[in-house]
């Protein structure tokens, strides 16, 4: 067993056939490999800039900042090495004047006045440039008038001392300062959560600040990596598509002072609108979050940023909350910043809950007309007329009348009494339909039916066409064969 796992790796598992019966012991599903990530869980991103070629001059261009740049140990060697050979080398400048003047085999004559006094070999002249250079000045050795070259040199010295000192401590003062370490104390939870909220289908994780400082102008995005392939078949690998965590809605300025949940609401405008939990296990995407600041203390601004894969994703799991007041304070249990808990949520997509939606329910008009308001029949009529809502009139309806404005004077017959609708019982059922007045109920017309005007009915009456009075009851105009009797008396009083 070990020879084979040796020569075909770890993940060499044997199948074994069973003694009765056809079938295999099925081996336990393998894990899935973690694939390679953009951008790590600390914040740094795994890409590596190769055949650059020419290019690497640029680097030298901008030397200040590669030096910022480079790794700690590499400053302390280049800030140590630096001051090293610009010592060594002006400590030999020193000497060698001294060599060129023959002070070293005249130093102990007291007749005799050197460049520098006291220096007759390379350790004094090294000596020397320390205490000239760090201005220490024991007074032992001092530079004389008699030596101009001496006095230039020194001038030198004193230039290319202030540019490294300026550059170098400079660019360690830089690096020290730098905010990436006050990212540290910025969290991110390690996982990030799917579930329902305010009703929709909502990606959520959770930012925290572990320092009592703020985080001035703190603000947070997505970014959504995910390989696709276009129309024309071009492929882009970790294409980046925007997450809105609340650009819209200022939602994603932040107060950072207590740990804050991020949602991203899946829609249609989502990328993952059509993202369900078994899509997960298929899907390979990465989810980036960069917060970003300016830290109080030193008014730099600071980047922290983390990522989730679709393995750190969880579909139906909500964040413990971990805020709780206590005498005179809220208290943040960060034990409780990563740890969530199921709640139910639908395993489908919002896509296709939608489409589950739109089959479910029936194929129904939006009414136009609110039922709590008192609006008559014409004018929903005439609501429905603007809308486009309302279909052609019958064609039988159409000959008869030959007139568009008719169904409008139709229904504000219709709308005066309920017991002027029996009048149309002779017109096509949809024109019924139309007519009637929603929510307006019988038992309010029935106590208005006694005091009906006859001297209006009679003239909406003589409104309408010839053709449509023979229609409606007769060419006299009375339309009492579908009134009830004690309309129809009140109307045949009224004609007699």
């Known amino acids: ?120 070999n390379f350790p004094s002249a090294f000596l020397f440039f320390i205490e000239t250079e760090a201005t220490i000045g024991y007074g032992y050795r001092y530079i004389t008038d008699k030596c101009p070259e001496g006095i230039i040199l020194f001038l030198f010295q004193s230039i290319l001392g202030s540019i490294v000192d300026a550059f170098l401590i400079g660019c360690m003062f830089i690096k020290m300062s730098q905010p990436k370490k006050r990212a540290e104390t910025l969290m991110f939870s390690e996982h990030a959560a799917i579930s329902m909220r305010d009703g929709k289908l909502t990606l959520m994780f959770r930012v925290g600040n572990l320092r009592n400082s703020h985080m001035v102008s703190a603000q947070i995005r997505c970014k959504l990596l995910k390989s696709r392939q276009t129309p024309e078949g071009e492929f882009l690998p970790l294409d980046q598509l925007e997450l809105d965590v609340g650009f819209s809605t200022g939602a994603d300025q932040l107060f950072l002072v207590s740990p804050l949940t991020i949602c991203h609401v899946i829609d249609t405008k989502s990328p993952f609108y059509e993202l369900s939990q078994r899509s997960m296990q298929t899907e390979q995407f990465e989810i980036v979050v960069i917060l970003e600041g300016i830290v109080e203390t030193t008014g730099m601004t600071c980047q922290a940023r983390t990522s989730y894969t679709e393995d750190e994703v969880l579909w139906g799991h909500r964040f413990f909350p971990v805020i709780s007041l206590e005498e005179g304070f809220f208290k943040v249990d960060y034990s409780q910043f990563h740890a969530t808990f199921e709640v139910p949520t639908p395993p489908y997509s919002v896509k296709e809950q939608e489409e589950a939606l739109l089959l479910s329910s029936p194929l129904m008009a939006p009414s136009l007309c609110n039922s709590g308001e008192k609006n008559s029949s014409l004018d929903c009529l005439e609501t ?95 339309m009492d064969g579908h009134l009830p009797p004690k309309l129809r008396k009140m109307n045949s009083d009224r004609f007699t």
């Not at 700690?72 to 003047?101: D, E, K, Q």
């Not at 005066?416 to 007045?437: C, N």
Request: glycine share 8%; net charge positive.
């Open 384 to 478: 429905l007329e603007d809308n486009d809502s309302t279909t052609k009139l019958p064609t039988k309806l159409q000959k008869i009348t030959g007139r568009d404005g008719l169904p409008k004077k139709l229904l504000r017959m219709s709308s005066t009494t309920s017991e002027m609708t029996y009048s149309f019982g002779d017109l096509p059922m949809k024109l019924q339909r139309i007519s009637s007045v929603p929510g307006v109920s019988d038992d309010k017309h029935a106590g208005k039916a006694s005091k009906i005007n006859t001297e209006p009915m009679s003239k909406s009456v003589a409104d309408l066409p010839p053709k449509l009075q023979r229609l409606a009851g007769g060419g006299g105009g009375r």
């Open 1 to 120: 067993m070990s020879a084979l796992r040796k020569k075909f790796g770890d993940d060499y598992q044997v199948v074994t056939t069973s003694s009765s019966g056809s079938g295999f012991n099925q081996p336990p599903p393998e894990k899935k490999k973690k694939r390679q990530r953009f951008v790590d869980k600390n914040g740094r991103c795994n890409v590596q800039h190769g055949n650059l070629g020419g290019e690497t001059s640029r680097y030298l261009s901008d030397l200040f900042t590669t030096l910022v740049d480079l790794k700690w140990r590499w400053n302390l060697f280049i800030f140590i090495l630096t001051y090293t050979v610009a010592w060594l080398f002006m400590a030999s400048m020193w000497w060698f004047i001294a060599y060129i003047r023959g002070d070293l085999n005249k130093a102990h004559n007291d007749t005799y006045t050197p460049c520098v006094a006291n220096v007759y």
